[in-house]
């Protein structure tokens, strides 16, 4: 009986301080797809599952913004355990917060602190931290170096620049019998072209659709005007195609070297300047032009990680999110796959600077960065996004005047409002 006892108390601290006995889980994680993302995730989850002796699976879901959000609102609406570890949208922590834990126990202050304060400012909701940075995304002008300096252009400052740069260069290599666009960038009927359109509107002085009190600013001239600008591209300096581009799309054209401009997020950097790729080495980087009298203005995204309240598995789901969104695993995102870090530090890395020179363009890009209205509208921040990408859609589609659209969206934005956001 003694002897079985001791055993048994034996096994039980064997099992308390076995991390193999007492943290084998299983963790689902959902990660983006956009680029390279899926494959810094898996290689990086599955390193810490080595690490604890816990295992990981990768739940891929879909690469459009909005099709994922919905995905999840079914998950955790059904407060199901299947996926532990949310990837989520800078713009969700108000829709999705209510379903993740807060993480506040569990991150140190001087961890914390080590972000930019405005990213977990993002990701606390009613005081709780719903989600941790994991990394930054701005909206940026590519550009390809060599064919400006061939036609002598200098890199667009205005928007009536580009147009006239675009369709000079792509007439000239066209004569050449090269198959060359002018522009490509995100114009399907979803989040990023919420994304890209705003920076028309804010870029021509136009506002932020909702502003930061909540009143609804989008029926204005300036915003008219960016419509009108936006849609003489179609056709003319960009596909008609781009109508149904996402992210990557945008980057299949530019990369194969078949455009001299595009708009996408930093981690086309490292994709266009990666091992066979056509246009490596020929690529720049710069902030996005602007209208007459306004100034750039690249849309903030990114992505942060949170825990599910329905997760089996919270503390080692913990442990997974502060594995990933830590300075090691940011630094190398940054470096081999130019995802924008969330630490403030790593901006100051010699290593993480030598493999992003255009990192120098960054700052002008954060300061005239611009948000998408997620935090003032709150839960209903999908709709309004969705009603303002559906009516740019119909202006770039010809379906409607710039100012009838605004109206329009603007009456429909008053009354999804109501009494207040
Ligand atoms: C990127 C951004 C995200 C944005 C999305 C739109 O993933 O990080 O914030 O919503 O693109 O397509």
Not at 169 to 195: H, K, N, P, S
Not at 349 to 378: H, I, K
Request: aromatic share 10%.
């Amino acid at each position: 009986m003694a002897a079985g006892r001791t055993i048994s108390r034996l096994l039980g601290l064997w099992l308390a301080v076995s991390p193999l006995a007492v943290r084998a889980a299983e963790i689902a994680i959902s990660c983006g797809a956009i680029g390279q993302e899926m494959e810094f995730c898996r290689s990086a989850a599955e390193r810490w599952a080595a690490e604890t002796g816990n295992t990981v699976e990768i739940v891929s879901t879909p690469n459009d913004a909005n099709q994922r959000l919905a995905l999840y609102q079914q998950i955790l609406a059904a407060r199901s355990p299947d996926i532990d570890v949310f990837q989520i949208d800078v713009v969700w922590p108000g829709i999705l917060g209510y379903a993740f834990e807060d993480l506040t126990p569990y991150v140190p202050d001087a961890a914390k602190a080590a972000h930019f304060p405005a990213a977990i400012a993002n990701d606390t909701v009613g005081g709780r931290l719903v989600a941790m940075p994991w990394f930054i995304d701005i909206g940026l002008l590519y550009y390809r170096r060599d064919l400006l300096e061939r036609y002598g252009k200098p890199v667009p400052e205005t928007w009536a620049d580009l147009h006239r740069t675009a369709a000079e260069i792509m007439a000239g290599e066209r004569d050449a019998g090269r198959d060359m666009w002018g522009w490509v960038f995100q114009a399907r009927a979803y989040e990023g072209l919420t994304c890209n359109a705003l920076e028309w509107v804010a870029s021509f002085g136009g506002g932020t659709i909702v502003d930061a009190d909540g009143a609804v600013t989008i029926e204005n001239s300036s915003a008219a005007a960016a419509f009108d600008e936006a849609g003489s591209w179609i056709g003319t300096i960009a596909p008609e195609g781009v109508l149904n581009y996402a992210e990557e799309e945008a980057r299949g054209v530019f990369q194969s070297g078949r455009a001299v401009f595009m708009r996408n997020w930093p981690y086309a950097w490292a994709l266009a300047n990666g091992e066979g790729s056509p246009v490596a080495g020929k690529v720049g980087v710069t902030v996005l032009p602007h209208g007459p009298a306004g100034r750039s203005a690249g849309a903030m995204g990114g992505a942060q990680l949170a825990v599910s309240r329905f997760s089996r598995h919270k503390a080692e789901a913990v442990d997974l999110v502060l594995y990933l969104t830590s300075a090691e695993e940011q630094k190398r995102r940054a470096i081999e796959a130019s995802f924008n870090p969330t630490i403030r530090s790593l901006y100051e890395d010699a290593e993480v600077l030598a493999a992003n020179p255009f990192y120098a363009t960054l700052g002008q890009a954060f300061e005239t960065a611009v948000s998408r209205p997620s935090g003032v509208t709150g839960v209903k921040y999908n709709r309004v996004s969705n009603a303002f990408w559906n009516s740019v859609y119909e202006v770039l589609a010809g379906d409607t005047e710039p100012a009838a659209a605004l109206a329009d969206l603007a009456e429909r934005l008053r009354r999804m409002r109501g009494d207040g956001w």
